[in-house]
């Protein structure tokens, strides 16, 4: 290993590093590989090494699903191992990799750089792919390295768990899509745009224009994203998903979203072990239309081979001058399997039938990039569940977040507001909770958090579209709405010339704002907020007393409320409004007697 460091990006430094085979019977350093170690410059956890070799291992079988569906050029990532130092002090951690001969390009980066000069489409392509193939749950991006043979790419989660610093969650999803423009790569595979205004696509003309530059040109041989075409590998969730789907995932959806995913080969090691007893490296469902050699004919390893080469355009590193048997185990960057894996998979070739009768059904789908689409699988599920479960919703609000920042824009430019209501309806509309309750506020003229100088027209349409969203937030568990909703239906302000002054509503709202004890900032409601538990209670003993507006007079009921409204008054150490509350639930039960 040289002494000096040849690179340094932002993290780490590189250092040029010579290996021998584990086979080579000499010290012949001159034909020996040429590596690259990686060290971080600030000192790290050692975790952090182990995590950066997970990240690069799941990309990299990211890229196998992505060849799987027939690109124009294939893709790789690097193996990346580590390498210990342990005669220096401290035992030092370092990344090995094979160091790729050729011109290193950046094409993108993880907070949403796009490279102008040498624009290529396969890179784009590819991130997009993995946002859509994964369900939304992450997306590969921050490709760089030689032709499409890659190193160090980050990945951003749903969650923003995993993976290191580099991971933005869903503000890195937003980044993404804010540059990006679909290329001819996506719509041949059938990925959706993602959902942009008119301005912000205008400022991707830039890049549009790009487009007619790149140079790869379609086969007609692409598969569609999630076609039952491909051979897609259906032995466990795809990287990571394991891990993320306890946060983000659907309570209703869970078996079809994850059991369905396309599963690149990455282990998922609890439930196979559930249901199978081992945890092999993993399974291949094969399409008889695929045209692949019979299992007698051809070895899985020369499958792999014949999936991993081809179009990569990375040259291949000189292989080590060896002799005999160990030949054909020396180091090279076109090898795309190791023998252990080999034969790791063959030892669990019979266990393979088995899991591909489990999800031979389920194995091929995705979910577009586009809010239309989403809203469509999201009108299955019920309101309230569906609330907070779209990763799109929150990629759309990241959005309204960072136009609100100014991230978009030249310090001394006005930052687009009309792009940032654009997403924020959109989120709303993929059911993120935050995003409705702004909009209701907003067209109902009240203070809001988000967007906080932003204004409508008051109109008779806005209140009434206002109404609409307060309605929505209600219905999804929103106590405030709730509460909106009630006061609403019980004074008969901002319904609208559709909607008609009606207490029992009121009723059902009241009840429900009551029974979200729980649902609070501080996550729990304690009586003390504009609309204390007391004063609820009271307005429905008020109007059980009475009657009218569709609700029955019911003085049994309000002399039960008025009392309950007395008890939770003494508990806020209010004893006057509890005697008047006392006071009314005995004239309550004086008309009953009557």
């Avoid at 001159?30 to 997970?54: L, M, P, Q, W």
């Avoid at 007893?277 to 020369?302: A, K, Q, Y």
Wanted: hydrophobic share 35%.
């Amino acid at each position: 290993m040289a002494k000096q460091p040849f690179g340094r990006g932002a993290m780490r430094e590189c250092y040029r590093t010579k290996k021998l085979s584990n086979f080579a019977r000499h010290q012949q350093w001159k034909s020996a590989s040429n590596y690259v170690a990686k060290r971080y410059i600030d000192s790290v956890e050692r975790e952090v090494y182990f995590e950066d070799v997970r990240l690069q291992m799941d990309a990299k079988l990211w890229g196998e699903e992505y060849n799987r569906h027939k690109p124009p050029k294939q893709v790789d990532i690097m193996q990346m191992c580590i390498l210990e130092m342990k005669n220096r002090p401290g035992q030092p951690l370092y990344h090995l990799e094979h160091y790729i001969e050729g011109k290193y390009i950046k094409y993108n980066s993880n907070s949403g750089f796009v490279r102008d000069e040498n624009f290529r489409l396969t890179p784009q392509a590819f991130s997009h792919f993995t946002f859509e193939r994964s369900a939304h749950q992450l997306i590969v991006v921050d490709i760089q390295g030689v032709g499409d043979l890659y190193t160090d790419p980050q990945i951003h989660t749903s969650s923003g768990t995993d993976f290191g610093d580099g991971n933005l969650g869903v503000r890195g999803m937003a980044l993404f899509f804010h540059s990006h423009a679909c290329n001819s790569i996506c719509q041949k595979m059938g990925l959706t745009p993602f959902d942009l205004s008119v301005k912000e696509v205008a400022a991707l003309e830039h890049a549009q224009n790009l487009l007619k530059t790149a140079k790869t040109v379609l086969r007609g041989t692409e598969e569609v994203c999630g076609s039952p075409r491909v051979r897609t590998l259906s032995g466990s969730r795809p990287p990571t998903l394991c891990r993320l789907s306890e946060n983000s995932a659907d309570d209703n959806v869970n078996d079809s979203m994850f059991d369905s995913l396309p599963c690149s080969p990455s282990s998922w090691w609890s439930l196979k072990e559930e249901m199978l007893g081992r945890s092999p490296m993993g399974w291949t469902i094969f399409n008889e239309v695929d045209n692949l050699c019979s299992e007698h004919s051809c070895s899985f390893g020369e499958r792999r081979m014949s999936e991993s080469g081809g179009d990569s355009g990375c040259p291949s590193e000189r292989r080590s001058e060896l002799d005999g048997e160990f030949a054909d185990r020396a180091n090279s960057n076109g090898r795309r399997y190791c023998e252990s894996d080999e034969d790791s998979i063959r030892r669990d070739q019979h266990n393979e039938d088995k899991w591909n009768n489990y999800h031979a059904s389920r194995a091929h789908s995705h979910w577009p990039s586009c809010v239309a689409v989403e809203v469509q699988r999201l009108n299955a599920i019920k309101q309230e569940k569906k609330i907070g479960k779209s990763i799109l919703g929150k990629v759309h609000l990241a959005m309204v977040h960072y136009h609100e920042a100014g991230r978009f824009c030249n310090k001394l430019e006005e930052w687009d507001r009309e792009s940032a209501v654009f997403h924020l309806k959109h989120a709303a509309l993929c059911g993120e909770l935050e995003a409705i309750v702004a909009l209701s506020l907003v067209y109902l003229q009240l203070p809001h958090h988000i967007l906080t100088d932003f204004t409508v027209e008051d109109s008779e349409q806005h209140r009434r579209t206002g109404f609409d969203y307060v309605l929505m937030a209600a219905e999804a568990g929103d106590r405030p709405s709730m509460i909106r909703a009630a006061r609403a239906f019980d004074t008969g302000d901002s319904l609208g010339p559709d909607r008609a002054q009606d207490w029992k509503e009121a009723l059902h709202w009241y009840s429900a704002a009551l029974n979200m004890t729980d649902y609070d900032e501080g996550g729990e409601f304690d009586g003390t907020g504009d609309e204390p538990k007391c004063s609820l209670l009271a307005r429905q003993a008020e109007i059980h007393m009475v009657g009218g507006f569709g609700a029955e007079p019911d003085p049994q009921a309000a002399g039960d409320l008025f009392t309950e409204a007395a008890e939770a008054a003494m508990a806020s150490m209010k004893g006057k409004l509890a005697n008047q509350y006392y006071q009314q639930a005995e004239e309550a039960w004086a008309l009953m007697e009557e």
